[in-house]
T-cell receptor
Framework: QQQVKQSPQSLIVQKGGISIINCAYE??????FPWYQQFPGKGPALLIA?????SEKKEGRFTISFNKSAKQFSLHIMDSQPGDSATYFC?????????????FGKGTLLTVNP | GAGVSQSPRYKVAKRGQDVALRCDPI?????LFWYQQALGQGPEFLTY????????KSGLPSDRFFAERPEGSVSTLKIQRTQQEDSAVYLC??????????????FGPGTRLTVL
């Protein structure tokens, strides 16, 4: 059972465009939703995260939109740059449990063309 | 300060060999996680330590997988009698929180294991 579903699998955007990646979750106990960025040969690095008590969080060019009733959240990258080309993973966690394991989506390979 | 480090970065094993993968978490971090990342997939949870206690090993795929963190710092993931399906990147992450909270998990670069 895939608890976090991510789409699209891959995305090609022109420089300056908006990249949008979507995720949906099943477990209503999830209460922390981070996005990770991973470059080839590197480990995932936290990009931005949101809790379900807010519907949107913005940090620079990166914005998370969160829809609790629909159990969906998305990452928007404004003014996409070639340096943003990487794999992006959404994740979810139940912070109230005794284990903080992250449940990841399958990832989106973003390519930003110059 | 230094981030999470893992060694070796690459490991090639013949089927049936035992391997040991090391993780050095960020100094002082209480929580340590191991994840397995298959090619083209997201990381999947293997096991979790809080200090030296292994609190969750529900993600370990078989009894060939064993992890330890005897002094609450460095951790080792051991895979016995490796199989081709064990080929993956093994990621270690650490966090400075115990139960409760929203602190970040910091990931190491991973160990890429290839089983021939």
């Amino acid at each position: 059972q895939q608890q976090v579903k991510q789409s699209p699998q891959s995305l090609i955007v022109q420089k300056g465009g908006i990249s949008i990646i979507n995720c949906a979750y099943e477990n209503t106990a999830f209460d922390y939703f981070p996005w990770y960025q991973q470059f080839p040969g590197k480990g995932p690095a936290l990009l931005i995260a949101i809790r379900p008590d807010v519907s949107e969080k913005k940090e620079g060019r990166f914005t998370i939109s969160f829809n609790k009733s629909a159990k969906q959240f998305s990452l928007h990258i404004m003014d996409s740059q070639p340096g943003d080309s990487a794999t992006y993973f959404c994740a979810a966690r139940n912070s109230g449990g005794s284990n903080y394991k992250l449940t990841f989506g399958k990832g989106t390979l973003l390519t930003v063309n110059p | 300060g230094a981030g999470v480090s893992q060694s070796p970065r690459y490991k090639v094993a013949k089927r049936g060999q035992d391997v040991a993968l090391r993780c050095d978490p960020i100094s002082g971090h209480v929580s340590l996680f191991w994840y397995q990342q298959a090619l083209g997939q997201g990381p999947e949870f293997l096991t979790y330590f809080q200090n030296e206690a292994q609190l969750d090993k529900s993600g370990l795929p078989s009894d060939r997988f064993f992890a330890e963190r005897p002094e609450g710092s460095v951790s080792t993931l051991k895979i016995q009698r490796t199989q081709q399906e064990d080929s993956a990147v093994y990621l270690c992450a650490s966090s400075d929180e115990a139960a409760g909270g929203y602190n970040e998990q910091f990931f190491g670069p991973g160990t890429r294991l290839t089983v021939l």
